[in-house]
């Protein structure tokens, strides 16, 4: 199988190191010697086996950091575990990761407080997609992320203290990435619910956005301000809004200052930039184009 000379150096019963002397080979070929190894042990023993290539020695002083770039290697199988030769990819070729772990638990963080179960969804996602991809390179450093991020999704959760050195534990025992992130979905799932559900619904939010609105129509009003008088993040009320009543904030409050408009100009005799004062409009060509835009016809022309 390895053409050329070779030594082998048997570490443990479970673990050896070859060494290819003389060879001025390519990383590829020494990929694909690798796995021909593993499968002629699968085949011959019935066992699995994980390869590591180091890069090439060219003296007794690079033994050390050979052997431990290939055991930095073999770290990776926490993420593959339908892998067996690493790394999975050249240094050339390795992607490099520009997402700071940090960012994304302080979104999370600010998800988990604004009760956002859609942002949060899509954050948790987010860095389970790094993770996954071993974007940040150690498997040690990835359980302590998922960790932190265990930390922040249990606050709500009313037995979230009491479960959390838990739910810690069994995160450093996963063998594997896809155990980890099956625990981090239970509790993302969880926190997720409890915001969907009960007073934080999105039905009694658009509620109670909708009654300030009615009550406020005549004052300037934003996606922003409307969002801080919630409790939840402007992406969220309006992903949430729209999802409910089927139009955006914006086209409800319009919908409302013209029905009030257009009861005003039925039933009183006010100017019409009294009207459009009242409802909330600073411009009264602004005020008229709308309402023709609305009902076909100016404010005059509807009075009459």
């Known amino acids: 199988m390895i053409s050329g000379e070779f030594d082998f150096l048997d570490l443990t ?15 590829e070929y020494l990929q694909e010697l690798a796995r021909c190894i593993h499968l002629a042990v699968e085949n011959e023993f019935g066992k699995t086996c994980y390869l590591a290539v180091s890069g090439r020695i ?12 290939a055991e930095r290697s073999l770290e990776e199988r ?37 009760r956002d179960g859609y942002s949060l969804r899509r954050n948790v996602e987010i860095l389970m997609e790094v993770c996954r991809n071993n974007g940040f390179q150690s498997y040690i450093y990835t359980r302590f992320v998922c960790a932190s991020l265990i930390k922040i999704l249990v606050k709500e959760l009313s037995d979230g203290r009491d479960r959390l050195a838990g739910l810690v534990e069994k995160l450093y025992s996963c063998g594997n990435f896809a155990d980890l992130e099956a625990v981090i979905w ?73 029905e009030k408009a257009r009861v005003q100009l039925k039933g009183t005799n006010m100017k019409i930039s009294d009207i459009c004062e009242q409802v909330g409009y600073g411009s009264v060509s602004y005020f008229c184009r709308s309402f023709r835009n609305e ?10």
């Not at 190191?17 to 003389?22: A, E, P, S, W």
């Not at 030769?85 to 988990?112: C, F, H």
């Open 78 to 114: 926490f993420f593959y575990q339908d892998s067996y030769v690493y790394p999975r990819r050249s240094q050339a070729e390795q992607e490099t990761v520009k997402i700071s772990d940090g960012q994304l638990l302080q979104a999370i963080e600010k998800d988990v407080a604004c």
């Open 186 to 258: 239970q509790v993302a799932g969880e926190t997720e619910r409890l915001f969907l559900t009960g007073e934080d619904s999105p039905k009694r939010t658009i509620a109670l956005v909708e009654q300030y609105i009615k009550e406020h129509y005549d004052q300037p009003l934003s996606l922003d301000l409307l969002a801080e008088k919630a409790f939840r993040t402007p992406h969220y009320l309006s992903s949430i809004f729209i999802q409910e009543k089927g139009i955006g904030i914006n086209k409800y409050i319009k919908n409302v200052r013209m």
């Open 295 to 304: 009902y076909g016809v100016t404010p005059e022309q509807y009075r009459r």
């Open 58 to 69: 060219e003296g007794g002083e690079d033994m050390g950091n050979a052997y431990r770039q």
């Open 13 to 27: 019963p479970s673990q050896g190191v070859f060494f290819l002397k003389g060879m001025d080979l390519k990383e």
